[in-house]
């Protein structure tokens, strides 16, 4: 699986963005969808995860309630909506895919088998 992150760029505090990762392959709707992000000097953080068929969601602490994670199958795309944007935001977006059929496993950079490139997401204040 490849996969193909976009939708970054520079928002003020308060903005919205849309970011989008797209996949390679036919297989995508047998994956578990995860984004991450990492801002300069810290480690990768879990932002959020999303089941095979849409159903299932989980959010990191820091975001819960400000962004929406969702996929189109027959798209091969997943989303991250983010609102209410915060410059503690700022950082670059990773999408991942994993293969794990336990959703605890969702929330760990480790357990993820395919990362984009990553998108740049700078709040200004």
């Known amino acids: 699986v490849q996969l193909q992150a976009s939708g970054g760029g520079l928002v003020q505090a308060g903005g919205s963005l849309r970011l989008s990762c797209a996949a390679s392959?036919?297989?995508?709707?047998?994956?578990?969808m995860g984004w991450f992000r990492e801002a300069p000097g810290k480690e990768r953080e879990f932002v959020a995860a999303?089941?095979?068929?849409?159903?299932?969601?989980y959010y990191g602490d820091s975001v819960k309630g400000r962004i929406t994670i969702s996929r189109d199958n027959a798209k091969n795309t997943v989303y991250l909506q983010m609102n209410s944007l915060k410059p503690e935001d700022t950082a670059v977006y990773y999408c991942?895919?994993?293969?794990?059929?336990?959703?605890?496993?969702?929330?760990?950079?480790?357990?993820?088998?395919?990362w984009g490139q990553g998108t740049q997401v700078t709040v200004s204040s």
């Open positions: 392959g036919r297989t995508f709707s047998t994956y578990a």
């Open positions: 991942a895919a994993t293969r794990s059929k336990y959703s605890s496993n969702w929330l760990h950079r480790n357990e993820y088998d395919y």
């Open positions: 999303i089941g095979w068929i849409g159903s299932t969601t």
